[in-house]
């Protein structure tokens, strides 16, 4: 049998450890985790600062559009062509941030088991999730991945990223 002393030092240190573990779980278990639109927002900031807007020469002038020539526009609209390294520009800029390392679902870069489900529901839905932006199951795609990107240097991206996993 120990000595009384040597007891109560034994006990007074497993009555820190425990009280030192319970401290730690309670944390633990009350952290609050950040919701998924708070990440998705942060990263946008992310890369709207890595691919600013251009800054246009001269103030626009804004002129309501009309049912007819929204109509037509929708229609008609010609694609503003993009260099060929566009996209591996855009990713390198805007799209890495998420797509490298995975953060908020998204498929990695060159992963073929990722890709091979979104692949599959065409790029036409690609497209368009990468554009006005989707919140699905695994994940959250902001609009255009947060930056103010053109629909061209979007889908550049995509099919950029498309064709690695292939």
């Not at 804004?62 to 049912?67: G, K």
């Not at 490298?100 to 790029?123: C, E, F, H, S, V």
């Given at each position: ?13 497993l ?6 573990t ?5 944390k633990?278990?009350s ?9 998705a ?40 062509p ?10 390198g800029?805007?799209?890495?941030t ?16 990722d890709?091979a489900?979104?692949?599959a ?24 991945g ?6 061209e ?14």
């Amino acid at each position: 049998m120990l000595p009384i002393s040597t007891r109560n030092a034994t006990l007074a240190s497993l009555m820190i450890a425990l009280g030192l573990t319970m401290s730690a779980c309670s944390k633990h278990e009350s952290a609050e985790s950040k919701p998924t639109e708070e990440i998705a927002a942060e990263q946008g900031e992310i890369a709207r600062a890595n691919h600013p807007m251009p800054v246009a020469s001269q103030p626009a002038s804004f002129v309501p559009p009309t049912a007819a020539s929204a109509a037509a526009t929708t229609t008609t609209a010609t694609a503003t062509p993009v260099s060929a390294d566009a996209g591996e520009k855009l990713f390198g800029s805007v799209c890495a941030t998420c797509h490298t390392a995975g953060l908020m679902g998204a498929p990695k870069l060159g992963d073929k088991a990722d890709w091979a489900p979104r692949i599959a529901q065409g790029k036409d839905t690609l497209y368009k999730h990468a554009i006005v932006g989707y919140q699905g199951k695994s994940g959250v795609m902001p609009a255009r991945g947060g930056s103010q990107a053109s629909d061209e240097e979007v889908k550049a991206a995509v099919d950029y990223m498309v064709s690695k996993a292939s």
